[in-house]
Each structure stands twice: as C-alpha cells, then as structure tokens.
C-alpha cells in the first residue's frame, strides 16, 4: 500500500529530528545548479547535512559550488580532480556523511520546500523494514516548464507506473516505476549494500535490485521533487547506440540470478532480461545479446523469438 502524504509540521518540529544527508551530484549542471542548491537552502527540514559534490565538470559549476560553500559553512565541499562517475561520487560523499536517511541529489533536479519532511515523516510511521521511501515528482523541461508527472491517473482510480510498497524485488525486476530522484534511503540499507556499486555507469537499479531483496520500499503519495529532462540527462543516454549503461544493466540481472526465490520473482527475472535481450538486438549489440542469451538459459527455456536473436547475433558477429 502507499502512504498518503503526512503532515510536514509534526517532522520539522520534533526535538529529535534525525540528520538528513543530501548529497548534491554535480558534472556540467551550471545552467540548473543555483535552482537546486536553492532548493536545498527552502526545505522546510532543519536537520540537514549538505555535501556539494562536482565531478570535475568544465562547465564553471565548480565556481557556483564554491560560492554557495562559503555562504553556507555548514556544508561540504568536495570538487574532484576527475571524472570518476557517480557511483564513485557519491560514495566519496556518503562515507563521510553521518544522516539518518540519505538523498541521492542530481544538481540539475529541484526538491520542492516540504519533500525531506514529509518523507522523514513518512518513514516514522513505517516498519523498521523500510530501507527506502520514493514519491511522484514532476517531470520538467529544460527552461523548467512542467511536462507532466511521473505518476499519472490511469482513468480508473490508480496511477501508471502503478507505483508498489512492501517487499517489491519482483516488482523492481519486472518494470520501471521507481521515479529515482524523489528516494529518500535509510543509512542502514545503504550501508548493508557497501553504498552504490563502482563498477556500474548508473546506480538506482542495482540499488533497487539489491536493497528489495532484505528491505521493504514505500511510495509516498505526493510530489515531492521536480526531474529535469533534458539531452544530456542521465536517462536522456540510456539505450541510445554505444551507451555505457548496457553493460551494468548485464551485470545487475546477474547479481538478480543470485538473489530471486520464489517464482514470482524468477518470472520477473526472465521478463527483465527478455526485454534488454530486445533492445540490446534493436541497436545490434551483438555481444550483449549472446551475453543475455546465455543468462535468460540460466533463469528459463528461451522460447522461439529470443533463440532466433541468439542465432542472428552469431551470425553477425
């Protein structure tokens, strides 16, 4: 079930209010970076610690950064000499960060002025089994006109994605319904995981995959966040020709072979890698689909379509 929206106040207010950790991504969001780092500055939630992170952008968003840190001297700075990815990124950042529950924070997203309250307030009210709470967000342009929400009514009392709460490795393996910048992560969860792994391009499905499997995930019923959409975003590059995502997305189905259970979960499995199967073929990355092939074979009996794949890809090696 989702939780319905509580009340900011009783968050904000409370005497012991844990530490939130924000930890703000940077590489080359200059024309976004003020409207975030401002966004951090309206939230409601006084218990925050702010690391500011730059992956060695280029674009003169290391100089933006450093003006908000002297303003701020209550929040880190932490500019990288190279580009490291933001897995590693943001490990560097969440090692030395001391919060309760974590925010993965892209520089060229906007938090909206209640999201860590009412998301600190959500998971007080939840099982101690809670190792994330996610949200709806809005989805926005370049220019920051909305587009629309992650979340949508789907015309008959529910929303699509169909958002899902409680123990949802199935759910995670099977679709995409998890709007990533709206997560708010307990430190214990992330931390029984070793943080984000470092040898991935991306994080949030293997955080997901690997977290779902001892964790239960909430969905918060509000908008919380505003995701930019824009070309040189993140899910902007993924499964376009010679995209660096495939590869990690190989290596995480892998590690879900290791973790399923039950047959739900396997069928789930065998979906996932059925349709990266289809789009690793669509862009004729002829490795990648003998690769996941070969692991669709370990999770089920391949059917007709995807043994004929398998043979094209041979074929056009």
Not at 18 to 35: D, K, M, S, Y
Not at 125 to 130: C, G, K, L, N, P
Not at 222 to 238: E, G
Request: with cysteine; aromatic share 8%.
């Amino acid at each position: 079930m989702a939780a319905s929206a509580p009340t900011a106040s009783s968050a904000s207010a409370h005497p012991a209010a844990p530490v939130v950790t924000v930890v703000a991504l940077c590489h080359n969001h200059a024309p976004f970076l003020r409207e975030a780092l401002d966004s951090i500055l309206a939230q409601t939630y006084p218990q925050l610690e702010v690391w500011l992170v730059d992956d060695a952008s280029t674009d003169g968003s290391p100089a933006i950064l450093r003006e908000y840190a002297a303003r701020c001297p209550g929040w880190h700075l932490l500019l990288l000499p190279e580009n490291v990815g933001n897995c590693r990124a943001f490990n560097q950042a969440f090692r030395q960060s001391r919060g309760e529950f974590v925010i993965d924070f892209a520089t060229d997203d906007v938090l909206l002025p209640e999201r860590v309250a009412l998301q600190v307030a959500a998971f007080r009210s939840a099982d101690a089994t809670v190792g994330m709470v996610y949200s709806n967000a809005e989805l926005i342009d370049e220019a920051g006109h909305l587009l629309g929400r992650h979340h949508q009514p789907d015309g008959a009392g529910g929303l699509r994605p169909r958002p899902a709460s409680g123990w949802v490795l199935a759910d995670v393996l099977a679709r995409y319904f998890i709007s990533t910048p709206t997560m708010l992560m307990r430190r214990a969860c992330l931390a029984a995981l070793g943080g984000y792994d470092e040898t991935l391009a991306y994080e949030d499905f293997d955080f997901w995959v690997r977290a779902s499997r001892d964790w239960q995930f909430l969905y918060l019923d509000a908008v919380t966040t505003r995701k930019r959409k824009h070309p040189r975003s993140m899910s902007a590059r993924a499964y376009q020709p010679h995209d660096p995502y495939l590869t990690s997305t190989i290596r995480v189905c892998e590690k879900a072979l290791a973790l399923v259970r039950t047959p739900a979960e396997r069928r789930a499995l065998a979906t996932r890698v059925r349709w990266e199967l289809r789009q690793a073929a669509r862009r004729r990355r002829h490795a990648e689909v003998r690769e996941l092939y070969s692991l669709l074979r370990q999770v089920t009996r391949p059917a007709l379509p995807e043994r004929a794949l398998a043979i094209w890809s041979g074929l056009f090696a």
